[in-house]
């Protein structure tokens, strides 16, 4: 079951590919982006320009970015911690990309695809969850729903739309 509009997120403390930690107390007191995310999925290829273009104009604007890697890096040794630190580097990730190895926050968040996205008011509650835009192909992308719902957020009112359906590869559960 996913965390619903509303709920408070689900609290963690992660290891990043650049040798620290983030904590969801660290993204307390401004809107947040919370993302599951991984190295060989096409559909977080597709939409990992947007996406990093995103979080850096936002950045801007006080929202902090995360995006989590949950696979199970036995089965898919792409998304290993290795390769997601040189994944960030190589496509020079302008948002923190954070190591869920035991796959609990995914499973607390109750992300299911990646990219799987959730906005954060400044309360830490759940405004949106969802796909970055409607189309993983950049040119047939018509509906900003993460920019629409991070405005919505920074302006101090409820997305219009709220929820969507996440696009792309399943998280790759440890059997």
């Not at 906005?119 to 992308?141: F, K, M, N, S, T």
């Not at 509906?143 to 590869?169: I, K």
Request: charged letters at 25%; one cysteine or more.
């Amino acid at each position: 079951m996913s965390t619903a509009i509303g709920d408070a997120a689900p609290d963690f403390r992660l290891p990043t590919t650049d040798g620290g930690e983030i904590a969801l107390a660290e993204l307390a007191g401004a809107p947040a982006v919370v993302a599951f995310w991984c190295n060989h999925c096409p559909y977080v290829r597709a939409w990992e320009d947007r996406f990093n273009d995103i979080a850096r104009e936002y950045a801007d604007r006080g929202v902090n970015t995360v995006a989590i890697c949950s696979n199970d890096a036995l089965s898919h040794p792409g998304d290993s911690f290795e390769n997601m630190v040189a994944r960030a580097a190589e496509a020079r990730y302008t948002f923190a990309y954070a190591h869920d190895e035991s796959q609990e926050v995914a499973r607390a968040y109750g992300a299911e695809r990646t990219p799987d996205v959730f906005v954060l008011d400044a309360a830490g509650r759940v405004a949106y969850h969802g796909a970055i835009d409607d189309a993983h192909e950049p040119e047939r992308a018509r509906e900003p729903w993460l920019r629409d719902a991070l405005d919505a957020v920074l302006e101090g009112r409820a997305p219009a739309v709220a929820q969507t359906a996440p696009v792309g590869c399943t998280i790759k559960w440890r059997r």
